[in-house]
């Protein structure tokens, strides 16, 4: 850490800059300036496939400012964009690099959702020079400092991004094991980083890469297939990640026949799909932090909390003074003053004039 | 339903969906303008700021130096700090710009504040025994307050709390009023006044030790011209803040008054309730920016959640609206309204016609109470 950093982050600073925080000042400075915030630029937008007809993907190369701490291969950020220089939204990538340091460049590779704001933005109009927001690295699915001889990745469809991330830093570190690299898509066409796959499979050391299609007829995950082609696999350390049918497929075939756990050498990781809103009061209401569940009465969210039992903070109960601004982690909520929907994620709501559509979770 | 209450139930369900409609109106068109708008009055204070820090280096420039910081923290209060910790940004989702983290350049703890003000006050706003900014819990400044000889200090209290008006609104949260009158309990206020002590050890360290300090041998004249903006700047606001809800013909409303036959406020009463419960100042468009859009406070307490700037194009919509129900929009130039204001501090401070106290006439120039004047 340079001296200016460690000067920037000085309580002296802090108490000059009091009660803003000196990034509220260096940000107005240079974008790239940071003493605790992290943001970064886009270095470069690389489009991946463009299948006509289907969404493009692209891998985005992000410079960070030097307040980054870097990240561990198998890591996810929370990146934020203001599209059209207002609101500011954020979302979850993995970054598809290799493991990288404080201040090192990284990339995350990702598809235009077509009803998604931020991947659309970056993957179609952002251009080298924009800046975004970012957390630090976060996420537990990672490779150990040491790795075994043997492991197994296993992905489907975008799930491939931070095992790529994984496969990239075994190249880089020179792993001498062997790695097992299974990777489920709808077509050959829609194959992400198929050029470098190819290369790593023909000269990479030990690794083994399967690219499967079962649409046209490659087999599905079963425990005959995988036992065929990794003998003993429930011992060998598994990384997966991938939309949720794929991963009950993982977790049905690594428990030991006839029973419900899966093997303790498997690592998940899946993504969860968007909950629609369906206009009803229809699904569950979560409150995450106390663990309370409730079925949706269609009420407003400070009602639903105090019906569940919860006393979360309240003010005006009118939309109008704020203090009962909660954070919805998940879900649609309708704003019954102005009938005004949201589905945006971990997003600050007012819950007493909020009422949930469909599934929905809040941080209370 | 109160005398006070010139509308019918049906006339006041139909007021309140236009106010309605025009919220409406402005959330769904909330965009890029508003965001740039707010993000450039936060550059501009900042900038004041470094300059007004800056030229303390520079003695001849003092009056400059002052003047800039003045600007900086009028503008850090009004226009950013006390929108934005209304929830006036917050859909923009940029943490700088958010009510739950964002924290002001005065005494005050936000979260204190955002406790006293954004849900007593607006809630409450001008309902006697309710609303605490009545006076501040120091002041008589409506005749529904009754009268006590405390009061004959009310031009002494208005000079002070103005003063002196960022440690007034700090220890406004502690309910003082509250604790002498037995309502409250100091252990109440043992968490509040921590946080108290602990934003104000920042301030002062910041503007009284440390900018001096760094001025060197100028540390004088840097603490003096701090203490003079923070001066000017509790001048200005205690100035909009009462223009904004103390001239005459604004309205106090009790409990009574404001309930239905359901026995709660209808939505349509709460809107004509915050209409005459407030006063607009008129003025120029940097005024407006200046005072942080209270210049137009009715609108604010209409719609206290939607972006200041939007205030003025608001108002014209609110003055016919006011208009064709008969409703009085209290507005007026800053002097006028000043005045107002002062005659009521002063008018308040003497007891009502016909309060019988032995020996006050000294006090009230002559006039006493008689038998004769209870009954009348």
Redesign the interface.
């Known amino acids: 850490m340079g001296i200016t950093q460690t000067l920037l982050r000085s309580r ?1 600073v802090e ?2 800059t ?3 925080g000196v990034d ?2 260096l ?2 400075v240079n974008p790239m300036w940071a003493a605790k915030e992290v943001r970064a630029r886009i270095v470069e937008v690389h489009r991946e496939v463009d299948v006509p007809g289907h969404p493009p993907v692209a891998t985005i190369t992000l410079q960070p400012t030097s307040t980054w701490r870097g990240h561990r291969a198998g890591q996810h950020v929370q990146l ?1 964009v ?1 599209v ?7 979302r979850v990538f993995s970054v598809s690099s290799h493991e990288a340091g404080p201040g090192e460049p990284f990339t995350i590779t990702l598809r235009a959702n077509p009803d998604g704001v931020v991947s659309k933005f970056l993957v179609e109009e952002a251009q080298p020079g924009t800046i975004v927001h970012l957390s630090q690295a976060e996420g537990e699915f990672t490779l150990p400092a040491h790795v075994p001889d043997h492991v197994v990745f296993i992905s489907g469809g975008s799930g491939i991004t931070p095992l790529m991330s994984m496969l990239r830093t075994l190249q880089r570190r020179t792993h001498r094991g062997r790695v097992t690299f299974l990777h489920y898509a709808q077509s050959p066409e829609h194959q992400i980083f198929a050029e470098e796959l190819a290369d790593v499979a023909r000269s990479g050391y030990g690794v083994d890469v399967h690219l499967l299609h079962p649409e046209l007829g490659d087999p599905a995950l079963s425990p005959a297939w995988l036992e065929r082609l990794v003998p003993g696999y429930r011992d060998v350390p598994t990384w997966a990640c991938g939309p949720a049918p794929l991963i009950e497929a993982v977790r049905k075939t690594y428990a030991a026949p006839g029973g419900e756990e899966a093997s303790d050498a498997l690592n998940i990781e899946y993504f969860k799909p968007p909950t629609v809103s369906n206009g009803a009061a229809e699904g569950q209401v979560s409150f995450s932090r106390t663990g309370t569940n409730a079925p949706n009465s269609g009420a407003t969210l400070l009602e639903q909390a105090e019906a569940a039992g919860l006393s979360p903070e309240f ?2 109960r ?6 009962c ?1 909660a954070t919805k982690t998940e879900g649609t909520v309708t704003n019954v ?4 929907t949201s589905s ?1 994620p971990d ?2 709501v ?1 819950i007493c004039v909020s009422a949930p559509q469909g599934d929905c979770s809040l941080d209370l | 339903m109160s005398d006070k209450i010139t509308l019918t139930p049906e006339q006041l369900e139909k007021f309140g969906d236009e106010m ?1 409609a025009i ?2 109106r402005v ?2 068109d ?3 303008a ?3 708008y707010i993000r450039n009055v ?2 501009a204070q ?1 900038g004041f700021e ?1 300059a007004g820090r800056a030229l303390f280096y520079l003695p001849p420039a003092w009056p400059l130096a002052v003047a800039s910081l003045s600007i900086s923290k009028i503008l850090d209060n009004m226009e950013i700090g006390h929108n934005v910790m ?2 006036q940004y ?5 943490p ?1 710009l ?3 983290m964002y ?3 005065t005494m005050a703890p936000s979260a204190n504040w ?2 006293g003000h ?2 007593i006050h ?2 409450y706003t001008n309902i006697l025994g309710k609303d605490r900014d009545i006076g501040y819990g120091i002041l008589r400044i409506d005749e529904d307050q009754p009268w006590h000889p405390y009061y004959l200090g009310n031009p002494l209290y208005a000079f002070l709390l103005m003063v002196f008006f960022e440690w007034g609104v700090a220890l406004h949260d502690l309910e003082v009023e509250n604790v002498v009158k037995g309502k409250r309990d100091w252990e109440d206020n043992k968490a509040l006044a921590a946080g108290i002590r602990r ?1 104000i050890k ?2 002062v ?2 503007d009284y030790v ?2 001096p300090a760094l001025t060197g041998p100028l540390f004088p004249l840097t603490f003096a011209g701090n203490a003079t903006a923070n001066l000017i700047r509790n001048i200005w606001t205690f100035n909009i803040i009462f223009c904004g809800h103390f001239p005459a013909g604004v309205a106090t409303f009790t409990l009574d008054e404001i309930a239905n036959e359901d026995g709660v406020e209808s ?1 349509g009463h ?1 809107y004509y309730r915050q209409l005459l419960g407030s006063a607009n100042i008129t003025g120029s468009k940097l005024f407006h920016v200046m005072s942080g859009n209270l210049s137009h406070q009715i609108e604010h307490h209409l719609f ?2 939607i972006p200041a700037r939007r205030y003025p194009e608001i108002a014209e919509e609110v003055r016919e609206i006011c208009e064709r129900y008969g409703l009085q929009y209290n507005t007026g130039s800053l002097g006028k309204q000043l005045g107002s204001v002062a005659k009521k501090i002063f008018k308040m401070s003497l007891p009502p016609k016909g309060t019988k106290i032995p020996g006050l006439s000294v006090l009230t120039g002559g006039r006493q109470s008689t038998p004769a004047a209870d009954a009348a």
């Open positions: 002296a108490a000059l009091s009660p803003h509220r000042y940000e107005l934020g203001e059209h220089g207002a609101r500011r939204t954020t003010g005006c009118m939309g109008i003074c704020f203090s601004t003053l102005t009938g005004e945006l997003e600050g007012r | 309605d919220r409406q959330v769904a909330l965009g890029e508003d965001a740039t936060v550059k900042r470094a209304h929830g917050d859909w923009m989702g940029d700088g958010n009510s739950r924290e002001w350049d955002k406790h954004n849900y607006h809630t934003k920042r301030q360290f910041k440390a900018f939505r709460w206290p959640d």
